[in-house]
């Protein structure tokens, strides 16, 4: 049984699943829209933001950096540690945010305050945050813990049935 800090599931990502998503997600914003560039929520939303401004041939990126979960994946106090730098931003029409995940869609809410009209699209999206995105590519169950390939080390696991014997 898992105590208050450690997540009933867990779901390891590859950088090679993490890559193939991000360019699911790419294929899925490319139709229809003519981006003026892309806001990567840091730190979860700069890879696959690399991975989508390359597909999309987008060259103007920037970021937000909030801060709303702990080390010991603990929610906390949301956080802008900074804000977007470009000034033409605006309400956000035209401009896609990106980010790995959507949890709780408490950041997703801060930003969407910040940039309305923008499109926000994720790679993962959990139900609770789910409706605070436009897309994304990957539902997991809100009591799944993802850990990125940036956040593990390859080591070994024990099989899952064995893990229920004990």
């Known amino acids: 049984m898992a105590d208050a800090k450690t997540p009933a599931k867990t779901f390891p990502v590859s950088w090679e699943e993490l890559h193939r998503n991000a360019k699911a997600l790419a294929w899925r914003l490319i139709d229809g829209h003519s981006w003026k560039g892309i806001i990567a929520i840091a730190r979860g939303g700069l890879v696959p933001a690399a991975i989508i401004a390359r597909e999309l041939d987008l060259r103007v990126v920037d970021t937000i950096c909030i801060k709303s979960y702990s080390d010991d994946h603990t929610r906390g106090e949301i956080r802008i540690l900074k804000n977007i730098a470009q000034a033409d931003i605006g309400d956000g029409e035209g401009w896609l945010i990106i980010d790995d995940l959507v949890d709780t869609g408490y950041t997703a809410k801060a930003v969407r305050e910040l940039m309305p009209k923008a499109h926000f699209a994720t790679v993962y999206a959990k139900p609770s945050g789910r ?23 390859p080591q070994f696991a024990q099989p899952l049935a064995s893990q229920r014997r004990g």
Do not use: A, G, K, L
């Open 131 to 153: 409706p605070m995105v436009d897309t994304y590519v990957t539902e997991v169950s809100q009591d799944t813990w993802i850990f990125f390939p940036w956040d593990v080390e």
